[in-house]
């Protein structure tokens, strides 16, 4: 009896184990799918290198900063891979902070994006996250160990604007899509400050960039941003801080940021990150 126990121990372990690897193959045959997609969308972009002259008509803010991250001649940033690691609060309301990595792949014509994220939930369990902005659509999936889904939101105008927001929030580590031309429309608010506003088709998103003392982006910021409460998109302010700036590849960069909702109470931050690697390809 124990002898026919054991084996079906070993059977139900290969069947999850089976299982499991078979959950994960799918949900990385879905990481290219979506990435395919994202190649399908690339534009061409001129002029293929960054001049100094670029920056007259920008505010003054903007034009320290994009001067302090950017060498003359710098070739205009196509494509870029991003992998994270950091910790991602899963609760909406208090502080559950468990272990995240990612990688990201963006592309800054047409502004698009893939961040594939696993979240250590508990020990040998992870939640598997897709958010991403393709062909003017924002998308949502996550699922328990790649197989039992969580979260499934696609194909809203408030997703759209939420995921095109996203890529604009992220623009430090691609700064040439900040450039006059590149799709990006600025307007003066103060010294320290200016408006951004990107449109991609229908979708448009706008956030506020504030610069520190020493030029460099401190935040960017939303008074309304779509957060999913019981599954339904409520406005609220929203920011991310930026900060450890570092050359990588030619381009400064921050190396760490947190993302928080601004809520009556006070911030409640959910994500904190750190960039462990990036890679660009630049326009030819």
């Given at each position: 009896?124990?002898?026919?126990l054991a084996l079906v121990g070993l059977v139900v372990v290969a069947l999850i184990a089976g299982a499991l690897l078979y959950a994960s193959s799918r949900w990385d045959s879905?990481?290219?799918?979506?990435?395919?997609?994202?190649?399908?969308?690339?534009?061409?972009?001129?002029?293929?290198?960054?001049?100094?002259?670029?920056?007259d008509s920008l505010p003054a803010p903007v034009q320290r900063y994009l001067r302090l991250v950017l060498r003359p001649g710098q070739p205009m940033i196509a494509a870029v891979?991003?992998?994270?690691?950091?910790?991602?609060?899963?609760?909406?309301?208090?502080?559950?902070?468990?272990?995240?990595?990612?990688?990201?792949?963006?592309?800054?014509?047409?502004?698009?994006?893939?961040?594939?994220?696993?979240?250590?939930?508990?020990?040998?369990?992870?939640?598997?996250?897709?958010?991403?902005?393709?062909?003017?659509?924002?998308?949502?999936?996550?699922?328990?160990?790649?197989?039992?889904?969580?979260?499934?939101?696609?194909?809203?105008?408030?997703?759209?604007?939420?995921?095109?927001m996203r890529f604009l929030a992220e623009s430090p580590w691609y700064p040439t899509v900040l450039l006059p031309g590149q799709g990006v429309r600025w307007e003066a608010m103060?010294?320290?400050?200016?408006?951004?506003?990107?449109?991609?088709?229908?979708?448009?998103?706008?956030?506020?960039?504030?610069?520190?003392?020493?030029?460099?982006?401190?935040?960017?910021?939303?008074?309304?941003?779509?957060?999913?409460?019981?599954?339904?998109?409520?406005?609220?302010?929203?920011?991310?801080?930026?900060?450890?700036?570092?050359?990588?590849?030619?381009?400064?960069?921050?190396?760490?940021?947190?993302?928080?909702?601004?809520?009556?109470?006070?911030?409640?931050?959910?994500?904190?990150?750190?960039?462990?690697?990036?890679?660009?390809?630049?326009?030819?």
């Amino acid at each position: 009896m124990l002898r026919v126990l054991a084996l079906v121990g070993l059977v139900v372990v290969a069947l999850i184990a089976g299982a499991l690897l078979y959950a994960s193959s799918r949900w990385d045959s879905g990481t290219v799918r979506l990435r395919a997609r994202l190649e399908e969308g690339r534009l061409p972009i001129a002029p293929g290198v960054y001049d100094p002259a670029q920056l007259d008509s920008l505010p003054a803010p903007v034009q320290r900063y994009l001067r302090l991250v950017l060498r003359p001649g710098q070739p205009m940033i196509a494509a870029v891979r991003v992998r994270h690691a950091g910790t991602f609060n899963l609760s909406d309301s208090s502080q559950r902070w468990v272990r995240f990595s990612s990688d990201q792949r963006v592309i800054t014509r047409r502004p698009g994006f893939d961040w594939d994220a696993r979240i250590a939930v508990m020990p040998g369990i992870a939640v598997r996250v897709h958010d991403a902005y393709i062909a003017g659509e924002g998308l949502l999936h996550a699922a328990l160990l790649a197989m039992f889904p969580l979260a499934i939101q696609r194909g809203t105008p408030e997703m759209a604007e939420g995921e095109l927001m996203r890529f604009l929030a992220e623009s430090p580590w691609y700064p040439t899509v900040l450039l006059p031309g590149q799709g990006v429309r600025w307007e003066a608010m103060d010294d320290r400050s200016a408006l951004a506003t990107l449109t991609d088709g229908r979708v448009s998103a706008s956030l506020t960039f504030r610069f520190a003392m020493n030029g460099l982006l401190e935040s960017v910021r939303s008074e309304e941003r779509g957060r999913l409460v019981a599954g339904v998109s409520i406005p609220t302010p929203w920011r991310g801080r930026w900060s450890e700036w570092m050359w990588l590849n030619g381009v400064r960069v921050p190396t760490s940021g947190e993302v928080a909702w601004m809520l009556p109470s006070g911030p409640l931050p959910y994500w904190r990150g750190g960039v462990s690697g990036i890679t660009y390809d630049l326009a030819e």
